[in-house]
């Protein structure tokens, strides 16, 4: 099946939203102080939804907004333990490419870029989506094979990425060290124009804002206690705040994938481990591209108010705890100033720890389970972020029409049954 | 923020309680199939499938920078405390329980 070219995502009526944001609604609430209404209504709780979403984040929230949007099925719950955002949605660093390694992956996330490119416009909010350039470094020959062949691979699909020199390299991160006499130096990088970074936060508000104004029910603090699965299917969630009767449930959330799946009774092949970050003390502009390193686990970028990102690769054990550890911020500070020298001085903000469920071949798992109405989009080990829109997009698709569709049909559970993985480590993780 | 210890000791049977960061994390005691009768279904269930509880999990650690041994405890996923598994007396392979 065919994902539309547009997406077919219709554009809700105007006065379907709470408001219009607009620069002259901006300048005529500020003339009259009439403030804003809130982005997403708080409604009362029903005793059941057509479709039940766990996982208020990027996943969860975007699979609800394309079933208003595009399939007009608006009786729908999103639920959250915490707050919108408060997992893996809001603990990413943000960034967004597509020179994955496989022809899946690159469509897949080529087509999650594409939405990503017009949901400012799309969800009207600013989800300030940049477009820098995206330079993943290769520091040993085996590395720059991979991206040779990766750069194929998005040329094939048509996806922009080169493999570039250390002199190209330096032109565009003057701030690396691309010397010879570095650690680990510099031999080349994979080139990825249309990667970038964005604000995740205000990814999640659009969605909940859209989702929101369609008629969706979104429900905070409310956690998933059990769901009740009679004949093979799905009949009922319940939760902190009471028991929902349903026929499709969707488990969208990171981290406690398993702890979800298991109430189903669907065995899942991932395990759970944190991901550290990291942030400096605002500085000037000056890293225009996002850098990454596979050799270093680390990549930066800088954000709008100037301050360093610095990501890693998971942590060295399983874990569903969230704490920061020193051994980790000594590591990572070490390879930052293996790439830049430069930035010795420069303070560490603070440090945060989310939960990423890896799977085996660092691919995500979406679609139908063997039990019925009970579908799943998880295992987004480190990477899923970028790829929100299109998940949800394609989650809405397969939940409406109960046919998965083409752009994820590689991404099955079976798959692991049949041995048909879709491996992406090369391409997807720092950490090897 | 959630309780539990801020460094990791690891009771090796055979060094003392020494750091984590001393370890490999080999990863969940499963049981292992009879390679020569299993069915690829089997497997494939033994190769991916977790039971990645979040709570007490027993798992086997490698003492790469110590006495180069495959150690079995019990671990709490949720607040890192650790306790020796029950039985650790002998060398674990990765993957295997100790009888």
Known sequence: ?432 | MRKGPVMILLPCPWCGPREATEFAHVGEVSARPDPGSATPAQWRRYLYLRANPRGWTTENWYHRMGCRRFITVERHTETNEVRPAPAVTADAGPGERIP
């Open chain 1, 1 to 432: 099946m065919r994902m539309g070219t547009n997406g077919g995502l219709r554009k809700p009526g105007r006065n379907a939203y709470p408001a219009k944001y607009s620069a002259a609604g901006l300048f005529g609430r500020g003339l009259t102080s009439q403030p804003w209404p809130p982005a997403w209504q708080p409604r009362p709780m029903k005793d059941s939804y057509d479709v039940v979403i766990i996982g208020g984040g990027v996943h969860g929230l975007a699979a609800a907004y394309y079933l208003a949007a595009n399939h007009g099925i608006t009786d729908v719950a999103v639920l959250d333990k915490g707050y919108l955002g408060s997992g893996g949605s809001g603990r990413n660093t943000a960034i967004l490419r597509s020179n994955y390694l496989t022809p899946e992956g690159v469509r897949f996330y080529d087509r999650s870029v594409k939405l990503y490119q017009r949901l400012a416009t799309d969800l009207d909010y600013n989800v300030m989506f940049s477009q820098r350039g995206h330079l993943t470094l290769a520091h040993s020959d085996a590395s720059l094979r991979t991206m040779r062949w990766r750069a194929e691979v998005n040329k094939v699909e048509g996806v922009e990425s080169e493999v570039i020199g250390p002199a190209e390299v330096k032109r565009l991160a003057p701030f690396l060290d691309v010397s010879a006499a570095a650690r680990y130096p510099v031999l080349g990088a994979l080139w990825h124009p249309p990667g970038g970074i964005i604000r995740h936060d205000a990814v999640v508000w659009g969605y909940a804002r859209g989702a929101s104004a369609h008629g969706v029910h979104i429900h905070q603090n409310t956690e998933v206690t059990g769901i009740e699965v009679a004949d093979g299917r799905v009949r009922a969630v319940a939760t902190s705040n009471g028991r929902i009767a349903t026929g499709a449930v969707l488990n969208a959330t990171a981290g406690w994938c398993t702890v979800i799946s298991d109430m189903a009774g669907v065995a899942m092949p991932v395990m759970t481990y944190p991901l550290q970050a990291a942030v400096t003390e605002p500085v000037k502009p000056f890293l225009s591209t996002v850098i990454v390193s596979g050799t270093l686990h680390v990549y930066i970028s800088q954000t709008d108010r100037g301050e360093l990102v610095f990501g890693a690769s998971v942590d060295p054990f399983t874990s569903y705890s969230m704490r920061g550890s020193l051994e980790f911020i000594e590591g990572l500070a070490g390879h930052v100033l293996e790439l830049m020298p430069a930035l010795t001085k420069v303070r560490l903000l603070r440090q945060w720890a989310g939960l990423c469920d890896m799977t085996p071949d660092f691919s995500p798992i979406m679609g139908p389970t063997p039990v019925q109405g009970f579908f799943v989009d998880v295992g987004w080990g480190t990477y899923g972020f970028k790829a929100g829109p299109v998940s949800g997009e394609a989650m809405a698709q397969c939940i409406a029409s109960g046919a998965t569709p083409g752009i994820i049909g590689a991404f099955g559970l079976e798959r692991f049954g049949e041995g048909e993985l879709v491996g992406e480590k090369g391409a997807a993780a720092v950490g090897h």
